[in-house]
């Protein structure tokens, strides 16, 4: 057990292991987690349009998220909808149970308020991905509402973009272990 982050930071964090920050809230050690929220049509990943979003499914993807928000030491909920209001009902949950979101709010990315609104309201931090580079395409697909609310957006690097948005989250959590700009 390394004890290796503790006053330097807001909030006091243990370190069992190099990478496995248990956070002290509320007069508890409580783990660090994290929702992973995907929108429509992303569960047909694999198959869909694969010369733009890749053959991985949203499976392939989900596994390599865990391992990867794993060895950042963090717990990750990796969800799909294809409803805006289900989405928006896991956004208004997370509060007080998760530390921080990403999403892939797919084409409500592009029309959605309600989720903007849910992200503005629940003020967790939020990292933004997209497989594709949303601004490369349509141009309806360069506006997103999601950007208003998040903290900055992942685009254009596959399902790579995903384990790049936890490394951002990571460290917008305080983990010392990714490099600061
Ligand atoms: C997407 C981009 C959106 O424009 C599109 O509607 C999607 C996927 C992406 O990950 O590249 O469904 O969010």
């Given at each position: 057990m390394v004890l290796s982050q503790?006053?330097?930071h807001p909030r006091f964090a243990l370190w069992v292991g190099p990478i496995s920050p248990v956070n002290y809230r509320n007069g508890?050690?409580?783990?660090?987690s994290i929702l992973i929220l995907n929108g429509p049509n992303l569960n047909m990943l694999g198959t869909r349009q694969p010369e733009v979003y890749g053959r991985e499914t949203l499976s392939d993807i989900e596994h390599a998220c865990r391992a990867h928000a794993s060895w950042r030491g963090l717990e990750m909920d990796f969800r799909q909808s294809n409803s805006e209001g289900e989405l928006v009902t896991w956004i208004q949950q997370a509060k007080g149970h998760y530390a921080g979101i990403i999403i892939n709010a797919a084409?409500?990315?592009?029309?959605?308020?309600a989720i903007l609104d849910a992200l503005l309201a629940v003020e967790l931090p939020t990292v933004e991905v997209h497989l594709s580079n949303i601004h490369q395409r349509d141009a309806f697909r360069h506006h997103s509402y999601?950007?208003?609310a998040a903290r900055g957006m992942i685009c254009g690097f596959g399902s790579h973009g995903y384990i790049l948005a936890i490394d951002a989250l990571s460290r917008l959590l305080g983990d010392p272990g990714v490099a600061s700009a």
């Open positions: 503790c006053c330097a508890r050690f409580v783990h660090t084409a409500y990315t592009h029309t959605s308020v999601v950007a208003k």
